[in-house]
Protein backbone atom coordinates (compact mmCIF):
# COMPACT_ATOMS: atom_id res chain seq x y z
CA UNK A 1 0.00 0.00 0.00
CA UNK A 2 1.47 3.18 -1.02
CA UNK A 3 0.34 5.75 1.96
CA UNK A 4 -1.86 5.36 4.98
CA UNK A 5 -3.85 8.49 6.05
CA UNK A 6 -4.06 9.01 9.90
CA UNK A 7 -7.07 10.88 11.17
CA UNK A 8 -7.68 11.35 15.21
CA UNK A 9 -10.84 12.81 15.56
CA UNK A 10 -13.49 13.53 18.72
CA UNK A 11 -16.81 14.79 18.27
CA UNK A 12 -16.97 16.07 15.03
CA UNK A 13 -20.36 14.63 13.25
CA UNK A 14 -21.42 18.28 12.28
CA UNK A 15 -18.43 18.71 10.10
CA UNK A 16 -17.52 14.91 9.22
CA UNK A 17 -19.80 15.08 6.40
CA UNK A 18 -18.27 17.96 4.30
CA UNK A 19 -14.58 16.27 5.14
CA UNK A 20 -15.83 13.32 3.76
CA UNK A 21 -17.08 15.24 0.52
CA UNK A 22 -13.89 16.58 0.14
CA UNK A 23 -11.58 13.18 0.39
CA UNK A 24 -14.24 12.05 -1.93
CA UNK A 25 -12.64 14.58 -4.49
CA UNK A 26 -8.83 13.24 -3.60
CA UNK A 27 -10.66 9.27 -4.28
CA UNK A 28 -11.25 10.00 -7.65
CA UNK A 29 -8.12 11.85 -8.61
CA UNK A 30 -6.00 9.73 -7.03
CA UNK A 31 -4.88 5.75 -8.34
CA UNK A 32 -3.25 5.27 -5.38
CA UNK A 33 -3.39 2.24 -3.23
CA UNK A 34 -4.41 4.18 0.01
CA UNK A 35 -6.69 3.92 3.09
CA UNK A 36 -8.10 6.49 5.55
CA UNK A 37 -7.96 5.44 9.26
CA UNK A 38 -10.26 7.59 11.31
CA UNK A 39 -9.22 6.71 14.81
CA UNK A 40 -11.84 7.81 17.13
CA UNK A 41 -11.30 9.24 20.52
CA UNK A 42 -14.26 8.30 22.32
CA UNK A 43 -16.78 10.55 20.68
CA UNK A 44 -20.20 10.38 21.66
CA UNK A 45 -21.78 12.83 19.25
CA UNK A 46 -22.69 10.61 16.57
CA UNK A 47 -19.52 10.72 14.88
CA UNK A 48 -18.74 7.16 14.16
CA UNK A 49 -22.53 6.55 12.67
CA UNK A 50 -20.88 9.24 10.22
CA UNK A 51 -18.04 7.54 9.52
CA UNK A 52 -19.87 4.17 9.33
CA UNK A 53 -23.00 5.37 7.07
CA UNK A 54 -19.57 6.14 4.25
CA UNK A 55 -19.66 3.38 1.80
CA UNK A 56 -17.26 5.55 -0.59
CA UNK A 57 -14.32 5.94 0.56
CA UNK A 58 -11.17 3.37 1.67
CA UNK A 59 -12.05 3.86 5.14
CA UNK A 60 -10.60 2.14 8.25
CA UNK A 61 -12.35 2.79 11.73
CA UNK A 62 -11.21 2.76 15.08
CA UNK A 63 -12.78 2.67 18.32
CA UNK A 64 -10.79 3.74 21.16
CA UNK A 65 -11.49 5.09 24.55
CA UNK A 66 -10.78 8.90 25.30
CA UNK A 67 -7.29 9.37 26.02
CA UNK A 68 -6.55 12.13 23.28
CA UNK A 69 -4.90 12.98 19.77
CA UNK A 70 -2.00 11.35 20.32
CA UNK A 71 -3.35 7.94 21.89
CA UNK A 72 -5.63 8.12 19.10
CA UNK A 73 -2.57 8.54 16.55
CA UNK A 74 -0.60 5.68 18.20
CA UNK A 75 -3.56 3.31 17.60
CA UNK A 76 -3.75 4.51 14.17
CA UNK A 77 0.05 3.79 13.34
CA UNK A 78 -0.08 0.47 14.61
CA UNK A 79 -3.08 -0.31 12.62
CA UNK A 80 -1.41 1.34 9.50
CA UNK A 81 -0.73 -1.08 6.27
CA UNK A 82 1.06 1.62 3.78
CA UNK A 83 4.46 2.63 3.23
CA UNK A 84 4.42 6.28 3.93
CA UNK A 85 2.28 7.77 7.27
CA UNK A 86 0.20 10.91 6.52
CA UNK A 87 -1.05 12.79 9.51
CA UNK A 88 -3.71 15.07 9.34
CA UNK A 89 -6.80 17.12 10.92
CA UNK A 90 -10.23 16.64 11.13
CA UNK A 91 -10.29 20.28 10.26
CA UNK A 92 -8.18 19.70 7.04
CA UNK A 93 -9.92 19.86 4.23
CA UNK A 94 -7.38 17.77 1.33
CA UNK A 95 -6.95 19.28 -2.31
CA UNK A 96 -7.44 16.55 -4.78
CA UNK A 97 -3.71 16.03 -5.51
CA UNK A 98 -2.99 15.75 -1.96
CA UNK A 99 -1.73 12.38 -2.14
CA UNK A 100 0.07 12.59 -5.14
CA UNK A 101 2.40 15.05 -4.07
CA UNK A 102 3.12 13.21 -0.48
CA UNK A 103 4.01 9.70 -2.23
CA UNK A 104 5.70 11.29 -5.38
CA UNK A 105 8.23 13.62 -3.03
CA UNK A 106 8.35 11.07 -0.38
CA UNK A 107 9.72 8.61 -3.64
CA UNK A 108 12.25 11.49 -4.63
CA UNK A 109 13.66 12.30 -1.50
CA UNK A 110 13.29 8.77 0.32
CA UNK A 111 12.67 7.39 3.50
CA UNK A 112 14.79 10.19 6.06
CA UNK A 113 12.57 12.70 4.20
CA UNK A 114 8.91 13.90 6.26
CA UNK A 115 6.84 15.96 3.79
CA UNK A 116 5.31 19.23 5.16
CA UNK A 117 2.21 20.33 3.29
CA UNK A 118 0.82 23.54 3.73
CA UNK A 119 -2.50 24.30 5.24
CA UNK A 120 -4.49 27.71 5.08
CA UNK A 121 -7.79 29.20 6.43
CA UNK A 122 -11.21 27.33 4.49
CA UNK A 123 -12.54 30.13 2.05
CA UNK A 124 -16.30 29.35 4.00
CA UNK A 125 -14.67 30.39 7.39
CA UNK A 126 -14.82 34.38 8.55
CA UNK A 127 -11.34 35.92 8.66
CA UNK A 128 -11.14 37.97 11.59
CA UNK A 129 -7.57 39.48 12.15
CA UNK A 130 -6.96 36.50 14.79
CA UNK A 131 -7.06 34.03 12.33
CA UNK A 132 -4.17 36.36 10.67
CA UNK A 133 -2.46 36.83 13.55
CA UNK A 134 -1.76 33.50 14.49
CA UNK A 135 -0.29 32.31 11.12
CA UNK A 136 1.36 35.47 9.55
CA UNK A 137 1.99 37.51 12.00
CA UNK A 138 2.70 36.23 15.56
CA UNK A 139 3.02 32.36 14.12
CA UNK A 140 1.78 31.56 17.51
CA UNK A 141 -0.07 28.50 15.58
CA UNK A 142 1.99 28.08 12.67
CA UNK A 143 4.35 29.75 10.70
CA UNK A 144 4.18 28.56 7.16
CA UNK A 145 4.89 32.03 6.10
CA UNK A 146 8.48 31.82 7.05
CA UNK A 147 9.09 28.58 5.61
CA UNK A 148 10.85 28.31 2.11
CA UNK A 149 9.10 26.56 -0.51
CA UNK A 150 11.44 23.19 -1.18
CA UNK A 151 13.55 23.66 1.06
CA UNK A 152 14.18 21.78 4.54
CA UNK A 153 12.59 22.89 8.01
CA UNK A 154 13.82 22.17 11.64
CA UNK A 155 11.79 19.74 14.09
CA UNK A 156 9.36 22.43 15.26
CA UNK A 157 7.75 22.24 12.05
CA UNK A 158 6.51 18.61 12.22
CA UNK A 159 2.78 19.69 12.09
CA UNK A 160 0.33 16.86 12.49
CA UNK A 161 -2.01 18.93 10.40
CA UNK A 162 -0.25 17.84 7.43
CA UNK A 163 2.70 16.14 7.18
CA UNK A 164 3.94 12.66 6.28
CA UNK A 165 6.77 10.17 6.94
CA UNK A 166 7.95 7.19 6.30
CA UNK A 167 6.54 3.83 8.06
CA UNK A 168 10.24 2.91 8.41
CA UNK A 169 11.83 5.61 9.89
CA UNK A 170 8.77 6.06 12.81
CA UNK A 171 8.82 2.45 13.42
CA UNK A 172 12.75 3.26 14.45
CA UNK A 173 11.09 4.54 17.31
CA UNK A 174 9.22 2.12 19.67
CA UNK A 175 7.07 5.10 21.50
CA UNK A 176 5.47 7.14 18.96
CA UNK A 177 3.26 9.86 20.41
CA UNK A 178 4.35 10.11 24.05
CA UNK A 179 1.44 9.25 26.37
CA UNK A 180 3.13 11.49 29.18
CA UNK A 181 1.97 14.39 26.74
CA UNK A 182 -1.13 13.86 28.77
CA UNK A 183 -2.65 17.31 26.65
CA UNK A 184 -2.57 18.47 22.91
CA UNK A 185 0.59 20.54 22.02
CA UNK A 186 4.08 19.37 21.48
CA UNK A 187 3.67 15.82 21.37
CA UNK A 188 4.22 16.16 17.78
CA UNK A 189 7.11 18.18 17.94
CA UNK A 190 9.09 15.83 20.48
CA UNK A 191 8.55 12.99 18.41
CA UNK A 192 10.22 14.75 15.38
CA UNK A 193 13.15 15.74 17.51
CA UNK A 194 13.88 11.80 18.76
CA UNK A 195 13.64 10.83 14.42
CA UNK A 196 15.85 13.75 13.82
CA UNK A 197 18.30 11.91 15.91
CA UNK A 198 17.50 8.90 13.43
CA UNK A 199 18.67 11.65 10.47
CA UNK A 200 15.08 12.37 9.48
CA UNK A 201 14.53 15.72 7.66
CA UNK A 202 11.68 17.73 6.99
CA UNK A 203 11.08 19.59 3.66
CA UNK A 204 8.15 22.18 3.10
CA UNK A 205 6.12 21.40 -0.09
CA UNK A 206 2.83 23.98 -0.19
CA UNK A 207 1.73 22.15 -3.28
CA UNK A 208 0.65 19.28 -0.55
CA UNK A 209 -2.45 22.09 0.38
CA UNK A 210 -5.17 21.45 2.79
CA UNK A 211 -7.82 24.07 4.41
CA UNK A 212 -7.95 24.78 7.51
CA UNK A 213 -11.47 25.30 9.48
CA UNK A 214 -11.31 25.64 13.30
CA UNK A 215 -13.10 28.44 14.74
CA UNK A 216 -11.21 30.24 17.49
CA UNK A 217 -11.74 33.40 19.83
CA UNK A 218 -9.77 35.22 22.15
CA UNK A 219 -10.51 33.59 25.12
CA UNK A 220 -10.06 29.94 23.29
CA UNK A 221 -6.87 30.58 21.79
CA UNK A 222 -5.22 31.60 25.34
CA UNK A 223 -6.99 28.70 27.03
CA UNK A 224 -4.93 27.11 23.82
CA UNK A 225 -1.75 29.23 24.91
CA UNK A 226 -1.57 28.25 28.39
CA UNK A 227 -1.76 24.37 27.33
CA UNK A 228 0.69 25.00 25.46
CA UNK A 229 2.62 26.32 28.43
CA UNK A 230 1.92 23.63 30.60
CA UNK A 231 3.07 20.85 27.90
CA UNK A 232 6.18 22.67 27.21
CA UNK A 233 7.30 21.48 31.20
CA UNK A 234 6.94 17.85 29.56
CA UNK A 235 8.85 18.40 26.70
CA UNK A 236 11.73 19.74 28.66
CA UNK A 237 12.01 17.44 31.08
CA UNK A 238 11.64 14.54 28.28
CA UNK A 239 14.56 16.66 26.45
CA UNK A 240 16.56 19.37 28.65
CA UNK A 241 18.41 20.42 26.13
CA UNK A 242 15.50 22.19 24.25
CA UNK A 243 14.76 24.36 26.08
CA UNK A 244 16.80 26.55 23.98
CA UNK A 245 13.98 27.74 22.42
CA UNK A 246 11.26 27.44 25.11
CA UNK A 247 12.99 29.73 28.34
CA UNK A 248 11.15 28.07 30.60
CA UNK A 249 14.15 27.57 33.15
CA UNK A 250 14.76 31.49 32.65
CA UNK A 251 11.27 32.21 33.19
CA UNK A 252 11.31 30.23 36.60
CA UNK A 253 14.49 31.35 37.82
CA UNK A 254 13.41 35.46 37.11
CA UNK A 255 9.81 34.51 38.78
CA UNK A 256 11.40 33.00 41.76
CA UNK A 257 13.89 36.30 42.26
CA UNK A 258 10.48 38.70 41.67
CA UNK A 259 8.88 37.07 44.40
CA UNK A 260 11.67 36.92 46.49
CA UNK A 261 12.43 40.43 46.14
CA UNK A 262 8.91 41.98 46.19
CA UNK A 263 7.09 40.00 48.89
CA UNK A 264 3.35 40.34 48.60
CA UNK A 265 2.54 41.22 44.94
CA UNK A 266 -1.31 42.33 44.28
CA UNK A 267 -2.98 40.56 41.86
CA UNK A 268 -3.11 41.43 38.46
CA UNK A 269 -6.10 38.55 37.37
CA UNK A 270 -8.70 41.71 36.48
CA UNK A 271 -6.28 43.46 34.63
CA UNK A 272 -5.37 40.73 32.25
CA UNK A 273 -8.71 40.18 31.91
CA UNK A 274 -9.16 43.87 30.73
CA UNK A 275 -6.60 42.98 28.02
CA UNK A 276 -8.85 39.90 26.81
CA UNK A 277 -11.81 42.31 26.94
CA UNK A 278 -10.37 45.00 24.94
CA UNK A 279 -8.55 42.30 21.85
CA UNK A 280 -12.53 40.82 21.42
CA UNK A 281 -13.81 44.67 21.16
CA UNK A 282 -11.14 45.80 18.85
CA UNK A 283 -11.77 42.60 16.71
CA UNK A 284 -15.69 43.32 16.75
CA UNK A 285 -15.00 46.61 15.48
CA UNK A 286 -12.37 45.69 12.61
CA UNK A 287 -14.86 43.30 11.49
CA UNK A 288 -17.68 45.70 11.44
CA UNK A 289 -15.88 48.52 9.39
CA UNK A 290 -16.77 49.48 6.54
CA UNK A 291 -13.04 49.93 5.59
CA UNK A 292 -9.68 48.39 6.73
CA UNK A 293 -8.92 50.03 10.00
CA UNK A 294 -4.62 49.16 9.41
CA UNK A 295 -3.62 50.60 12.78
CA UNK A 296 -6.03 49.20 14.80
CA UNK A 297 -4.54 45.83 13.78
CA UNK A 298 -1.24 46.49 14.44
CA UNK A 299 -2.53 47.71 17.66
CA UNK A 300 -4.38 45.01 18.18
CA UNK A 301 -1.24 42.09 16.91
CA UNK A 302 0.80 43.92 19.41
CA UNK A 303 -2.12 43.28 22.22
CA UNK A 304 -2.08 39.62 20.96
CA UNK A 305 1.69 39.14 20.61
CA UNK A 306 1.97 39.63 24.35
CA UNK A 307 -1.20 38.31 25.39
CA UNK A 308 -0.28 35.23 23.79
CA UNK A 309 3.17 34.56 25.52
CA UNK A 310 1.61 35.53 28.29
CA UNK A 311 -0.73 33.05 28.45
CA UNK A 312 2.21 30.79 27.45
CA UNK A 313 4.47 31.51 30.65
CA UNK A 314 1.16 31.51 32.86
CA UNK A 315 1.15 27.94 31.66
CA UNK A 316 4.23 27.57 32.42
CA UNK A 317 4.28 28.75 36.03
CA UNK A 318 0.81 27.69 37.30
CA UNK A 319 1.75 24.39 36.77
CA UNK A 320 3.35 24.39 40.22
CA UNK A 321 0.73 24.60 42.21
CA UNK A 322 2.62 25.55 45.17
CA UNK A 323 3.31 29.06 43.21
CA UNK A 324 0.69 31.80 44.30
CA UNK A 325 -1.50 32.63 41.19
CA UNK A 326 -1.45 36.51 42.45
CA UNK A 327 2.25 36.45 42.43
CA UNK A 328 2.34 35.09 38.85
CA UNK A 329 -0.42 37.56 37.29
CA UNK A 330 1.12 40.62 38.79
CA UNK A 331 4.64 39.61 37.33
CA UNK A 332 3.61 38.49 33.97
CA UNK A 333 1.43 41.46 33.53
CA UNK A 334 3.82 43.47 34.97
CA UNK A 335 6.67 41.71 32.43
CA UNK A 336 4.46 42.30 29.39
CA UNK A 337 2.51 45.03 29.64
CA UNK A 338 4.67 47.36 31.44
CA UNK A 339 6.82 50.24 29.98
CA UNK A 340 7.71 47.82 26.71
CA UNK A 341 4.12 47.58 25.74
CA UNK A 342 3.79 51.40 26.10
CA UNK A 343 6.47 52.14 24.19
CA UNK A 344 5.70 49.75 21.61
CA UNK A 345 1.70 51.17 21.56
CA UNK A 346 3.20 55.02 20.80
CA UNK A 347 4.24 54.45 16.79
CA UNK A 348 0.90 53.21 16.23
CA UNK A 349 -1.45 55.83 17.90
CA UNK A 350 -3.88 57.15 15.41
CA UNK A 351 -4.71 60.90 14.49
CA UNK A 352 -7.84 60.48 12.51
CA UNK A 353 -5.88 60.49 9.38
CA UNK A 354 -5.92 57.09 6.97
CA UNK A 355 -2.87 58.36 6.05
CA UNK A 356 -0.94 58.75 8.94
CA UNK A 357 1.90 56.73 8.67
CA UNK A 358 2.94 58.89 5.58
CA UNK A 359 2.17 62.28 7.76
CA UNK A 360 4.78 64.46 8.34
CA UNK A 361 3.14 66.02 11.42
CA UNK A 362 2.27 62.68 12.93
CA UNK A 363 5.47 61.53 11.96
CA UNK A 364 7.37 64.20 14.04
CA UNK A 365 4.39 63.99 16.91
CA UNK A 366 5.15 60.24 17.17
CA UNK A 367 8.62 60.78 17.34
CA UNK A 368 8.80 63.71 20.02
CA UNK A 369 6.16 61.24 22.03
CA UNK A 370 8.21 58.36 21.69
CA UNK A 371 11.14 60.06 23.33
CA UNK A 372 9.31 61.74 25.94
CA UNK A 373 7.77 57.99 26.82
CA UNK A 374 10.77 56.69 26.92
CA UNK A 375 12.29 59.29 29.25
CA UNK A 376 9.22 58.71 31.53
CA UNK A 377 9.28 54.57 30.83
CA UNK A 378 12.82 55.12 32.66
CA UNK A 379 11.82 56.85 35.49
CA UNK A 380 8.69 54.00 35.96
CA UNK A 381 11.89 51.51 35.57
CA UNK A 382 13.73 53.17 38.18
CA UNK A 383 10.93 53.45 40.69
CA UNK A 384 9.71 50.03 40.22
CA UNK A 385 13.63 48.86 41.22
CA UNK A 386 13.15 50.98 43.96
CA UNK A 387 9.90 49.91 45.13
CA UNK A 388 10.80 45.64 44.42
CA UNK A 389 14.58 46.13 44.87
CA UNK A 390 16.85 43.77 42.55
CA UNK A 391 14.42 41.78 40.06
CA UNK A 392 17.50 41.20 38.22
CA UNK A 393 21.53 40.30 38.59
CA UNK A 394 23.88 43.17 38.62
CA UNK A 395 24.98 42.88 34.83
CA UNK A 396 21.38 42.71 33.68
CA UNK A 397 20.60 45.77 35.41
CA UNK A 398 23.36 47.51 34.20
CA UNK A 399 22.38 46.13 30.75
CA UNK A 400 19.06 47.76 31.14
CA UNK A 401 20.02 50.76 32.49
CA UNK A 402 22.16 51.63 29.44
CA UNK A 403 19.76 50.86 27.02
CA UNK A 404 17.43 52.71 28.67
CA UNK A 405 19.47 55.40 28.86
CA UNK A 406 19.67 56.15 25.45
CA UNK A 407 16.37 58.04 24.80
CA UNK A 408 17.32 60.34 27.35
CA UNK A 409 20.75 61.11 26.17
CA UNK A 410 19.38 61.36 22.50
CA UNK A 411 16.70 63.45 23.36
CA UNK A 412 19.45 65.77 24.76
CA UNK A 413 21.37 65.88 21.93
CA UNK A 414 18.41 67.06 19.71
CA UNK A 415 17.22 69.39 21.73
CA UNK A 416 20.41 70.85 21.74
CA UNK A 417 20.74 70.95 17.90
CA UNK A 418 17.43 72.26 17.41
CA UNK A 419 18.68 75.24 19.94
CA UNK A 420 21.49 75.53 18.14
CA UNK A 421 19.62 75.88 14.73
CA UNK A 422 16.73 78.99 16.25
CA UNK A 423 20.40 80.48 17.03
Not at 13 to 31: G, I, M, T
Not at 213 to 223: K, N, T
Request: hydrophobic share 40%; net charge neutral; proline share 2%.
Amino acid sequence: MDISVIIPTYNRADKLPELLKSWEHVNRFSKLQYELIFSDDGSTDGTLAVLDACDTLPLVILRNEHGGASSARNFAVAAACGERILFMGDDIFPRQDILDIHVSRGKKYGDNVAVLGQVDWHPAQIRNHLLKHIVDIGNEQFSFNCLTPDSYADFRHFYTCNVSVSKRILDLEKIKFDPRFYKVNFEDVELAFRLSKHGMKILYIPGAFGHHYHEYDVEGFCRRQQTAGEMALVIRDIHPEIDFFLNTHVLEKTFAHYVEMSGDCISSTAKIHQVILRTIEYESEILNSQHSDIQKKRILSILYQRLFRLKFEQGVLYHDTARNKNAIDSFLYDKHFGWGYLNELVGFRKLGSEDVFRNEEYKTETARNRDLISISCTVSFAKLFATRRRLLSVSALRQYLNLLARPIVQYIEKTKIKRIERK
